[in-house]
Antibody, heavy 114, light 112 residues
């Protein structure tokens, strides 16, 4: 059974940092591009970052470029999202997803507020 | 950025009724490699999204065959042939042809 389990969410002040983790199981992690997608409360979905299966290339939308960093540890089947300079508009549930959005985690809530 | 326009925003249906959702793109989603990276997701209340259809018309494993996808270029459709109670939720189209990946705003399927 495929599982993606995100951790690391919580309440953080504007301007501070937070690092999310996602542990994968049930599929060959290092064969897949991986992504983070977020959903603000009551809103739609927004792609946040993607990384190739080797970790050699990363991609971001302008809304997070320069503030967020996606990375992976294939030996540990783990995906990360380092989020710096957080803003109130980054408040959302963050989902770990596989390439082409086939697999989704349960999400972890990040709240940016003073 | 590619804008995906989904219609209708809300859909009311009775059990057994067939319904369609449209997703129109602001530019062609045909990739230079010949694939069209347009997928459909369903998010049930309180749950994570799940993949229903990928590459326009391919049914994800385990998804009932009452779901079907069609289209090309900029116009795409998701059809549910005989709505069941478990189909209620918000449907999203998403494109992976052009960076940044973008989602439609969603279509909420409700029971009439």
């Amino acid at each position: 059974e495929v599982q993606l389990v995100e951790t690391g969410g919580g309440l953080v002040q504007p301007g501070r940092s937070l690092k999310l983790s996602c542990v994968a199981s049930g599929f060959t992690f290092n064969n897949y591009w991986m992504s983070w997608t977020r959903q603000a409360p009551g809103k739609g979905l927004e792609w946040v970052a993607s990384i190739t299966n080797s970790g050699g290339s990363t991609y971001y939308p302008d809304s997070v470029k320069g503030r967020f960093t996606i990375s992976r540890d294939n030996a540990q089947n783990t995906l990360y999202l380092q989020m710096n300079s957080l803003r109130s508009e980054d408040t959302a549930t963050y989902y770990c997803t596989s390439g082409a959005f086939a697999y989704w985690g349960q999400g972890t809530l990040v709240t940016v507020s003073s | 950025d590619v804008v995906l326009t989904q219609t209708p925003p809300t859909l009311s249906a009775t059990i057994g009724q067939s319904v369609s959702i449209s997703c129109r793109s602001s530019q062609s989603l045909l990739h230079s490699n010949g694939n069209t990276y347009l997928h459909w997701l369903l998010q049930r209340p309180g749950q994570s999204p799940q993949l229903l259809i990928y590459l326009v018309s391919r049914l994800e494993s385990g998804v009932p065959n009452r779901f079907s996808g069609s289209g090309s270029g900029t116009d795409f459709t998701l059809k549910i042939s005989g709505v069941e109670a478990e189909d209620l939720g918000v449907y999203y189209c998403v494109q992976g042809t052009h960076a940044p990946y973008t989602f439609g705003a969603g279509t909420k399927l409700e029971l009439k």
